[in-house]
């Protein structure tokens, strides 16, 4: 395969690193599809665009459409973050199809710089707690600044981090600046954070519909996850997510539960 081939492959691809060291086992699946859609260089010269019809467009009446979306705010508005977990197992197939859907998530350029590396070995998710909670205990402790230990008092969120290993998946998120050719070009992702951001989104409410809980961790700085997970350089951290069922005595803040309404939050032009 030629430079120019893989780019084009590249583009249309969602890659999910499981890690289970319990069993040696690193699986890569790499699931690459519609790649003859984009071909270029690796110097993003001479680009050909190829389109295809989109069929794939349902258009609904409007009261259908009221409907749909009345059902899916209803559906939505009931997610909550959660920190209390069971460790109930749960069917690794679940978070494959949710992890698919979060790959469909639109991206700078259609070059998808996410790379998400989920994790149920025990072992592991003990070294990402206590690295967490080092990190936790130093923020707690006098790196947060007061005005935002007080932002976080109605949380009450603290330096113990026990979801970290009662959860059965951790899914660590990367943000990869770039991608690297199989002869060591350099390729720049575009609007990475954006982009990582909008599948992260997609993510939590592809897991929320299956009926599963999440937290969405992110402990300051996080560059120990790519120590523990092995992760090369140019992938960077973007946030923990924590899945499971939530405890059968799980709590959540009251507050936390307080959203603005829409005038708050929408302007009509």
């Not at 893989?6 to 699931?31: E, P, S």
């Not at 389109?51 to 409907?67: C, K, S, V």
Request: proline share 6%; aromatic share 10%; net charge negative.
């Amino acid at each position: 395969m030629t430079s120019d081939e893989w780019c084009a492959a590249l583009f249309d691809r969602v890659t999910v690193m499981t890690i289970n060291t319990k069993l040696n086992v690193h699986i890569a699946i790499c699931i690459i599809f519609n790649s003859s859609l984009v071909i270029r260089n690796s110097s993003l010269k001479n680009m050909v665009t190829q389109f295809t019809p989109y069929t794939d467009y349902t258009e609904y009446a409007p009261d259908e459409m009221r409907t749909r979306a009345q059902a899916f705010y209803a559906e939505i508005r009931r997610r909550r973050t959660v920190r209390d977990f069971s460790d109930r197992p749960v069917p690794r197939d679940i978070i494959e199809t949710c992890l698919l859907a979060a790959g469909t998530a639109p991206s700078g350029a259609n070059l998808q710089p996410w790379q998400f590396v989920v994790v149920s070995d025990g072992a592991i998710k003990q070294q990402i707690r206590d690295a967490a909670e080092a990190e936790e205990r130093a923020f707690y402790n006098g790196r947060a600044p007061e005005d935002w230990l007080a932002a976080l008092a109605p949380l009450g969120t603290d330096e113990n981090k026990a979801f970290l290993t009662t959860a059965p998946y951790l899914i660590a998120i990367f943000a990869k600046a770039y991608d690297v050719l199989p002869d060591g070009t350099k390729v720049k992702n575009y609007y990475a954070a954006e982009s990582v951001g909008l599948a992260t989104g997609m993510l939590i409410t592809a897991l929320h519909q299956a009926g599963l809980a999440t937290l969405t961790h992110t402990p300051s700085p996080m560059g120990f996850l790519n120590t523990v997970l092995e992760r090369p350089k140019n992938e960077r951290a973007f946030i923990l997510l924590v899945v499971g069922y939530p405890a059968a005595d799980a709590a959540v803040p009251i507050h936390a539960m307080q959203k603005k309404p829409l005038e708050e939050i929408a302007i009509f032009l």
